[in-house]
Nanobody
Framework: DVQLVESGGGSVQAGGSLRLSCAGP????????WAWFRQAPGKEREGVAA???????SYADSVKGRFTISKDNTKNTLYLQMNSLKPEDTAMYYC?????????????????WGQGTQVTVS
């Protein structure tokens, strides 16, 4: 079974930065495509950034230019660097993975999920 574990969430003032990390599926991490999702209270979960197994990236318009997704296959870790944070970025953030090369931010395309890490921007 694939285990994903997020870390790095917290509280920050508007304009600040945070970096989220997601420890991924072991030595086969390079075979997976990954994404970061977020869900605010009362809202649907949305995909904010994705990277496929070939390294191509995709971003939601709301975070483009502020967030950067990256992965380190040697460390089996996914990252989300979040800069210029806004109160509307407040949400629970989840990492997700799917086997193969898929550049997608759709919930249904991912079969492996972490437990989430809270980001609060005030």
């Amino acid at each position: 079974d694939v285990q994903l574990v997020e870390s790095g969430g917290g509280s920050v003032q508007a304009g600040g930065s945070l970096r989220l990390s997601c420890a991924g599926p072991g030595y086969t991490a390079y075979q997976y495509s990954w994404a970061w999702f977020r869900q605010a209270p009362g809202k649907e979960r949305e995909g904010v950034a994705a990277v496929d197994s070939d390294g191509r990236t995709s971003y939601a318009d709301s975070v483009k230019g502020r967030f950067t997704i990256s992965k380190d296959n040697t460390k089996n870790t996914l990252y989300l660097q979040m800069n210029s944070l806004k109160p509307e970025d407040t949400a629970m953030y989840y990492c997700a993975a799917t086997l193969g090369s898929w550049l997608t931010r759709a919930n249904a395309d991912f079969g492996y999920w972490g437990q989430g890490t809270q980001v609060t921007v005030s």
